[in-house]
DNA sequence: TTAATAATAGGAATTATTACTGTTTTTAGT
DNA sequence: ACTAAAAACAGTAATAATTCCTATTATTAA
């Protein structure tokens, strides 16, 4: 694998922007450093970077796969108001695969979670929206 | 919501198949008995039964959307080898939501847990293959 | 029986993503 | 530094899954 400025300015931009960009979240950004860049080279490097462990794609139930620059084992919440999504890594889910491995004989290799509700912020709001 | 006879086929494929088919797979198979019914028709009526609580739509990280018969809180695995989806239902999966809502403060609604691996009849039959 | 309304078939449109192609970059070996 | 092979790029076309649109048909309550 070749070096490339796209590539590292892709990987960069995953990081910079934090909250778990889409692939053209990462294209609209990077459009003000590098007016040319195209969708593709977008996709095809998040899919890389994704393949060698060094980003993680996140699959949601729906809308645009996501990137996060974390790659330890950890899952993720969505918020249903503000469309957030938060890390969340609970000591329950730790032993979850090899849990499950165990008690089916299944060999699992990996995993994909994702809980949806409202994150605090909202359900605050929420709660300030009744009260007026 | 008035009756029709495309929606009761439609649901009765999805019991009758089992093996949580997508929307397409359910649309082929209906084909011998309504040779007419549209596409869209499935897709609408799937969305509606699983917004009614009546079936279960389960997104996997790639590829159509599956539906489930079964609507009783339940997770799922996905063999990588042959295709299969297995319903899982253990007991460290049961109060999952409840425990991750008292961790971290995020009011939590429902959840989508895929994992991914081998089931035993492709470990086994991975066994034989290099054995020969 | 009829009028309203929901549902349909068939096709167009949308969204997310990958594939293709001719050109440009990178890099290893001279 | 020079050059040739390989990789990556930009731009565009193609694909897959799903929803939306519209004129017609089916269901149902009065």
Excluded: W
Excluded at 10 to 37: F, Q, S
Excluded at 49 to 72: N, Q, T, Y
Excluded at 96 to 110: H, I, K, M, R
């Amino acid at each position: 694998m070749k070096y490339s400025r796209q590539r590292e300015l892709i990987l960069n931009t995953v990081i910079r922007l934090k909250g778990h960009p889409t692939a053209d979240m990462v294209y609209r950004a990077l459009r003000d450093e590098l007016p040319n860049i195209s969708l593709g080279t977008v996709y095809r490097n998040l899919r890389l970077l994704s393949e060698m462990g060094i980003l993680r794609r996140i699959s949601l139930p729906d809308g645009a796969d996501r990137f996060d620059a974390r790659v330890d084992g950890h899952d993720h919440m969505v918020c249903t108001r503000c469309g957030r999504i938060f890390d969340i890594s609970l000591d329950i889910l730790s032993g979850l695969e090899q849990s499950v491995t165990d008690q089916t004989g299944f060999q699992v290799a990996s995993h994909s979670l994702v809980m949806e509700g409202l994150c605090k912020d909202c359900q605050i709001n929420i709660q300030k929206e009744r009260g007026i």
